[in-house]
């Protein structure tokens, strides 16, 4: 089998008893084995997990991956963190119980940077993740090993968490399909209370639309006593499909002040004809999103300071999280409170724009993957260049609303461009089905980076 086939297909396959989950994982590791060690896609692989898949389920021996901000019982869960690299946790992650009860074969951990603070993965535990396009460039982050994985053919699926963008950011910077699901359709437990006042939350990356709907179709559920609760669909892989009404999209590559590529505004608008093209009602518009850029950077340093990192190991820490956590020291709960609140407001104010529209169609990044070691060196600096490249995501982590990044174009340095498509709260079937159609429209499946035989 190719290592690129799609998960839907590959579980296909292992149904029909074509191919058995023990062969699935062996071509996997190999890979990992053979190509791993210049990408640092993984930072630990788990050949005793993998092969431990009886092939029942909805992914029914898929290989996956998943990211090390969450657990998988018995092995580390480091936080791409120096402070945590001794750390062990005896349960799983909600997601990963998911995923390993519908016969996910778990192929290990990936790199991400520490905390998944970072919007690119070079400045964690485990060192940079390259992207499999271009090795001088980054995978994004913070789930820049997931992409990078899924990218290169490491596996066929991969987990990844989102609170400002880190699911769509590496997918976008690798060429492929990431999906944030709406807030509180997957649990944040059984220990984590939430993340970042529910601006985080966890879902698939994919090489097809209809795998990531596969992923949270996998991943999809709550638990008791959880925060926030969204009610899913009964399948989301059967949302997947073309829609069969023309849909009301707006558009916009308005991104205030901050510069966007020339090239990244042009694929904007070539999905945008294509959509009009094939009979939706398209008009450039969008919402002001502008008032969530006080309030979210607050509640990410409030996040990033209730982690108990011993106070032996502060000095380990990434000088972008040492600098967080000592501007924490001067927030009182009383801005915290007001920064939450704000951001609750804002966010009804945003949200309303999905009365008049069913989707919403915006870059991904403002610009391409930049190379290695150039984006948030200065940490004081970091903040503000972070939140200038992700203008079009974090805002729909502020109003918890779901979100697709789509590999539609490439830049002409032979980068990945994707376009995000947002949708309104529990609109994931809107964005699968246009997602699904433009698939068809414009293809990407046979995209491949180079040199990964």
């Not at 905390?115 to 070079?122: D, Q, S, V, Y």
């Amino acid at each position: 089998m190719d290592p690129f086939t799609p998960a839907l297909e590959q579980a296909a396959a292992v149904r029909r008893r074509e191919v058995n989950p023990a062969e699935l994982a062996g071509m996997y590791l190999e890979r990992i084995e053979r190509l791993n060690p210049e990408l640092n896609a993984f930072w630990l692989v788990t050949p005793e997990l993998a092969r431990q898949s009886t092939g029942e389920g909805l992914l029914a021996g898929v290989p996956v991956s998943i990211k090390d901000l969450n657990s998988i019982r018995g092995y580390p869960t480091t936080l791409g963190s120096r402070a945590f690299e001794d750390q062990v946790l005896d349960w799983d992650g909600f997601a990963v119980a998911r995923l390993r009860a519908e016969g996910a074969a778990l192929l290990g951990k990936t790199t991400c940077p520490e905390f998944g603070t970072r919007p690119h993965t070079e400045h964690g535990l485990h060192g940079a993740a390259r992207n499999p396009w271009n090795r001088e460039h980054t995978t994004g982050g913070s789930s820049g090993g997931a992409a990078g994985a899924l990218a290169a053919g490491l596996c066929a699926l991969s987990h990844g968490t989102d609170g400002g963008g880190s699911i769509r950011i590496p997918s976008s910077c690798c060429g492929v399909v990431g999906l944030k699901p709406t807030r509180g359709l997957i649990s944040p437990g059984p220990v984590f209370g939430e993340g970042w006042a529910g601006l985080s939350t966890e879902g698939p990356i994919a090489r097809t639309v209809a795998d990531a709907a596969l992923g949270l179709d996998a991943m999809k559920g709550h638990l008791l006593g959880d925060p926030y609760w969204t009610e899913p669909e009964p399948s989301y892989l059967a949302l997947a499909r073309p829609p069969a009404v023309p849909l009301r999209v707006a558009f916009t590559t308005d991104a205030g002040e901050v510069p966007v590529d020339p090239e990244v505004k042009a694929a904007v608008e070539s999905v945008a004809r294509c959509l009009e093209g094939l009979g939706h009602q398209v008009v450039e518009d969008g919402p002001d999103t502008s008032g969530f850029r006080m309030s979210f950077p607050l509640i990410v340093t409030g996040g990033v300071a209730s982690i108990p990192v011993p106070e032996s190991r502060e000095s380990d820490l990434d000088p972008v999280n040492q600098s967080i956590r000592e501007t924490a020291q001067f927030v009182q709960a009383g801005h915290y409170v007001t920064a939450v609140s704000m951001l609750r407001m804002t966010s009804r104010e945003v949200v309303a724009f999905w009365d008049r529209h069913d989707a919403l169609l915006t870059p991904t990044l403002t610009r391409p993957a930049p190379r290695l070691n150039t984006l948030g060196i200065d940490p004081g600096a970091a903040g503000e260049e972070f939140l200038d490249w992700l203008t079009f995501t974090y805002p729909y982590n502020c109003t918890g609303q779901p979100a697709l990044s789509l590999p539609l174009a490439m830049s002409s340095e032979g980068l990945p461009i994707g376009v995000q498509l947002v949708g309104a709260p529990r609109g994931e079937g809107t964005l699968l089905s246009l997602g699904a159609q433009l698939e068809q429209a414009m293809p990407w499946r046979d995209r491949r980076p180079p040199g990964l035989d």
